[in-house]
């Protein structure tokens, strides 16, 4: 399997696809101001306890106020509190958590009431983005992850993950870890670390450790401002990266150069030797374009998904849980009979689902209606296949083996809100009155659009994205259309085909690729 990355980056978002054997299987999309993201750290106060829930919401600065449960508090938590009143109190010296002495854990049965008060200063990290209308899920077992660790503060344990089967190879590491760690820090070990050297590992853990220290310092300088975002996680894309990364990896195409090199140093510390596959995409044509990524997005979502021989799944998707039905369409008949073309269609459903369940980033409960099979021996492959499909997930999951009923539930993990794109198109003519102008004279409509960038405007070179079909219309011809508006308007006109528009959408962009909203230009005169 080899794998691919691909980051477009938007004057207003950042998307990053990643592809498996050329199949489109993760997507996400972030804008560029988007704060909140899992991993952030706060220095905030509770706003308000919530004794009936044993929770509390905290201010950190979003529309709707974070929530707290006494269960995410921590079991270190007074060693955590005492250690964040002492940095406040104490604006000189930076205490050393290496020389904090721990005072009891909280009990598992406590209140949210006996623990906290309004007012009081506490120190989270974002466990959950804002989701729907609920505001951003937080701990205080905070953490810092790295490529090989996780380093949680006031925990003197040391995890080896389970996907390390080798015993040999988890004492060693455990080993290790007990003989480098400074006091008072836990220890996650990830499944990369298999193998790993411990010069490698001791690198990354005083680079955790220096990220501690650099957080505390900030807690110091907060100066009674609430909240204060005193860490802030890598951004979206190196930490993809950090998850992901893997000798499976071809190439990473990226358009932007800022990007470029900031990922580029990034493999260059973790993989010099392959450095190398980092590229910087400079094409004309968009990014996910180029690479029929575009494409693929059109086809994978959207409430029905066809994934062979005439066979689709519909997802839709309610507060509660997702809802998916598995459809054998008008696929030609198995010749083993009913039973054989059922438990086809399903396998290959399980197939489809599990790309979905990554692509989409769905979470929570997921109810899968399969087509009904007799032979439990189907039942059976069906839940197997759904089982080695889904160990490619990184988020956490549950399957529940299917029902008399042919159900199938699944639980998983849901940090972010589920990725919802939309793949029809509204008419950017009519909306949706169904109404629109003479297509004929579309071309006559963008040569106004040139006429006042040129002349009003004075803006010489700047490019025109339009539908493929439009692009190849204006660019046809030795004397094309393109060629004429060059000459007549005296500028430097790129004509540059775009997937994700629709038939009579149309942008213009300047010279440093920010988008110039003629329509509006227009519509102030």
Same mark, same amino acid.
């Given at each position: 399997? /080899?794998?691919?990355?691909?980051?477009?980056?938007?004057?207003?978002?950042?998307?990053?696809?990643?592809?498996?054997?050329?199949?489109?299987?993760?997507?996400?999309?972030?804008?560029?101001?988007?704060?909140?993201?899992?991993?952030?750290?706060?220095?905030?106060?509770?706003?308000?306890?919530?004794?009936?829930?044993?929770?509390?919401?905290?201010?950190?600065?979003?529309?709707?106020?974070?929530?707290?449960?006494?269960?995410?508090?921590?079991?270190?938590?007074?060693?955590?509190?005492?250690?964040?009143?002492?940095?406040?109190?104490?604006?000189?010296?930076?205490?050393?958590?290496?020389?904090?002495?721990?005072?009891?854990?909280?009990?598992?049965?406590?209140?949210?009431?006996?623990?906290?008060?309004?007012?009081?200063?506490?120190?989270?990290?974002?466990?959950?983005?804002?989701?729907?209308?609920?505001?951003?899920?937080?701990?205080?077992?905070?953490?810092?992850?790295?490529?090989?660790?996780?380093?949680?503060?006031?925990?003197?344990?040391?995890?080896?993950?389970?996907?390390?089967?080798?015993?040999?190879? !988890?004492?060693?590491?455990?080993?290790?870890?007990?003989?480098?760690?400074?006091?008072?820090?836990?220890?996650? #070990?990830?499944?990369?670390?298999?193998?790993?050297?411990?010069?490698?590992?001791?690198?990354?853990?005083?680079?955790?450790?220096?990220?501690?220290?650099?957080?505390?310092?900030?807690?110091?300088?907060?100066?009674?401002?609430?909240?204060?975002?005193?860490?802030?996680?890598?951004?979206?894309?190196?930490?993809?990266?950090?998850?992901?990364?893997?000798?499976?990896?071809?190439?990473?195409?990226?358009?932007?150069?800022?990007?470029?090199?900031?990922?580029?140093?990034?493999?260059?510390?973790?993989?010099?030797?392959?450095?190398?596959?980092?590229?910087?995409?400079?094409?004309?044509?968009?990014?996910?374009?180029?690479?029929? %990524?575009?494409?693929?997005?059109?086809?994978?979502?959207?409430?029905?998904?066809?994934?062979?021989?005439?066979?689709?799944? %519909?997802?839709?998707? /309610?507060?509660?849980?997702?809802?998916?039905? #598995?459809?054998?369409?008008?696929? /030609?008949?198995?010749?083993?009979?009913?039973?054989?073309?059922?438990?086809?269609?399903?396998?290959?459903?399980?197939?489809?689902?599990?790309?979905?369940?990554?692509?989409?980033?769905?979470?929570?409960?997921?109810?899968?209606?399969?087509?009904?099979?007799?032979?439990?021996?189907? !039942?059976?492959?069906?839940?197997?296949?759904?089982?080695?499909?889904?160990?490619?997930?990184?988020? !956490?999951?549950?399957?529940?083996?299917?029902?008399?009923?042919?159900?199938?539930?699944?639980?998983?993990? !849901?940090?972010?809100?589920?990725?919802?794109?939309?793949?029809?198109?509204?008419?950017?003519?009519?909306?949706?009155?169904?109404?629109?102008?003479?297509?004929?004279?579309?071309?006559?409509?963008?040569?106004?659009? %040139?006429?006042?960038?040129?002349?009003?405007?004075?803006?010489?070179?700047?490019?025109?994205?339009?539908?493929?079909?439009?692009?190849?219309?204006?660019?046809?011809?030795?004397?094309?259309?393109?060629?004429?508006?060059?000459?007549?308007?005296?500028?430097?006109?790129?004509?540059?085909?775009?997937?994700?528009?629709?038939?009579?959408?149309?942008?213009?962009?300047?010279?440093?690729?920010?988008?110039?909203?003629?329509?509006?230009?227009?519509?102030?005169?």
């Amino acid at each position: 399997m /080899t794998s691919e990355l691909f980051v477009d980056v938007q004057p207003k978002e950042v998307a990053i696809a990643l592809t498996e054997d050329k199949s489109l299987v993760e997507l996400q999309r972030e804008g560029r101001n988007a704060s909140f993201t899992v991993g952030n750290m706060y220095l905030a106060r509770v706003k308000k306890l919530m004794p009936g829930l044993n929770a509390c919401f905290v201010d950190v600065g979003y529309e709707k106020d974070a929530f707290l449960h006494y269960l995410d508090l921590g079991p270190q938590f007074n060693s955590l509190d005492k250690f964040v009143r002492q940095a406040l109190s104490d604006k000189k010296k930076t205490p050393l958590i290496t020389k904090t002495n721990m005072l009891p854990e909280l009990e598992k049965d406590g209140t949210i009431a006996a623990t906290l008060k309004v007012g009081q200063e506490v120190l989270v990290q974002i466990a959950k983005e804002p989701i729907s209308t609920k505001g951003p899920r937080l701990t205080s077992e905070i953490s810092f992850a790295g490529r090989y660790l996780v380093l949680i503060p006031f925990n003197d344990k040391i995890s080896v993950s389970q996907k390390i089967k080798s015993s040999e190879e !988890r004492a060693r590491l455990k080993q290790l870890l007990q003989s480098i760690k400074p006091r008072n820090f836990g220890v996650i #070990v990830r499944t990369v670390a298999e193998g790993k050297r411990v010069a490698e590992l001791d690198g990354e853990l005083k680079v955790l450790v220096r990220q501690w220290e650099d957080a505390v310092k900030i807690v110091q300088r907060s100066n009674n401002k609430y909240p204060t975002l005193i860490y802030e996680e890598t951004s979206r894309v190196v930490a993809l990266l950090r998850d992901l990364f893997n000798p499976s990896f071809e190439n990473i195409y990226v358009n932007d150069a800022i990007v470029y090199q900031e990922i580029k140093d990034y493999v260059t510390l973790i993989a010099p030797e392959r450095v190398g596959i980092v590229k910087h995409y400079k094409g004309q044509l968009p990014l996910f374009d180029n690479f029929a %990524i575009t494409k693929q997005v059109k086809a994978s979502f959207g409430k029905t998904v066809s994934y062979k021989s005439g066979a689709y799944l %519909i997802i839709e998707h /309610t507060e509660a849980l997702h809802v998916v039905d #598995v459809n054998s369409g008008n696929r /030609t008949k198995n010749p083993s009979g009913q039973e054989g073309n059922a438990l086809e269609v399903n396998l290959g459903a399980a197939d489809e689902l599990a790309r979905q369940l990554r692509l989409r980033d769905m979470g929570g409960i997921i109810v899968v209606d399969f087509i009904d099979m007799s032979e439990p021996s189907n !039942r059976q492959k069906v839940y197997e296949r759904m089982m080695t499909n889904m160990q490619k997930d990184r988020a !956490r999951h549950n399957i529940l083996p299917l029902s008399k009923f042919g159900l199938m539930q699944i639980t998983r993990q !849901r940090v972010r809100p589920a990725m919802d794109v939309t793949t029809t198109e509204s008419c950017p003519t009519c909306f949706g009155t169904g109404k629109i102008k003479s297509s004929i004279l579309f071309t006559d409509t963008l040569e106004s659009k %040139i006429d006042y960038m040129a002349h009003k405007l004075k803006v010489k070179r700047f490019s025109l994205h339009v539908h493929p079909y439009i692009a190849a219309y204006i660019n046809q011809g030795v004397v094309s259309l393109k060629w004429r508006w060059r000459m007549k308007y005296g500028c430097k006109l790129s004509i540059i085909p775009s997937q994700k528009l629709g038939f009579l959408e149309y942008a213009f962009y300047d010279a440093h690729g920010e988008e110039i909203d003629m329509k509006e230009q227009l519509d102030n005169q």
